[in-house]
């Protein structure tokens, strides 16, 4: 378990950024593996309630789900701060999202290449909420073909498509450094110094 990092007396702006997808896709565990802070989580353990209204069968080892959002923080300098939502994947909570969108700067869509059609939904609302995103494809066996997933999602070109492993904060990190070039392009060095990674 991490000690808390206290926030920085000097910050004064904090950047919202939403991580979504379908469930099970491993939003929490990307939350868990990049905040500086003890993640707030709201998972709950599925029981029985829950059959014939879940679908499970994507993650059958699965025994948990949010059912409202994850909250990590990641500090980029002394006055930027880095906010992460990880909204829940289950149909019966996706009302939550369009509050969750409110105000962010950009969001990840994350994605299991086995169930793509479970990151249509997540797409499509935030086109319509005109929010800025990557989609990042998460490890799940042998490496993803990117340009099957590019093309089974319809992406427009110029949106990024990576491949990461949610298990691993160094993955992680990259996947946030290409939201925030892709939002800023030469304005992210900032963020590339701050979380690590030596410009290519």
């Known amino acids: ?10 910050a004064r702006h904090g950047l919202k950024i939403v991580i979504v997808g379908g469930f099970g896709v491993g939003k929490t565990t990307m ?18 309630v829950g059959l014939g209204v879940d679908d499970p069968t994507g993650a059958p080892g699965k025994t948990t789900t949010t059912v409202a959002f994850d909250f990590g923080r990641i500090t980029i300098d002394t006055e930027h701060v880095l ?21 962010a700067l950009g969001a990840i869509v994350l994605v299991d290449q086995r169930r793509i059609e479970d990151s249509w939904y997540a797409i499509d609302r935030l086109e319509h909420q005109r929010t800025p995103f990557i989609v990042a494809c998460n490890t799940f066996g042998p490496g993803a073909d990117l340009g099957q997933v590019r093309a089974a999602l319809d992406l427009d070109p110029h949106v990024p498509l990576i491949e990461c492993d949610a298990r691993h904060r160094d993955s992680c990190r990259d996947v946030l450094i290409t939201l925030v070039e892709y939002l800023y392009g030469p304005a992210a060095q900032a963020a590339r110094t701050a979380l690590g990674r030596n410009p290519a």
Do not use: C, K, N
Request: net charge negative.
């Open 1 to 10: 378990m991490r000690a808390d990092a206290p926030l920085h007396a000097d």
């Open 83 to 103: 906010y992460l939502f990880g909204a829940p994947g289950q149909e019966r909570f996706w009302f939550l999202w369009d509050r969750l969108f409110t105000g």
């Open 31 to 48: 939350v868990r593996s990049i905040s500086e802070i003890r993640p707030l989580d709201t998972e709950a353990t599925m029981t029985q």
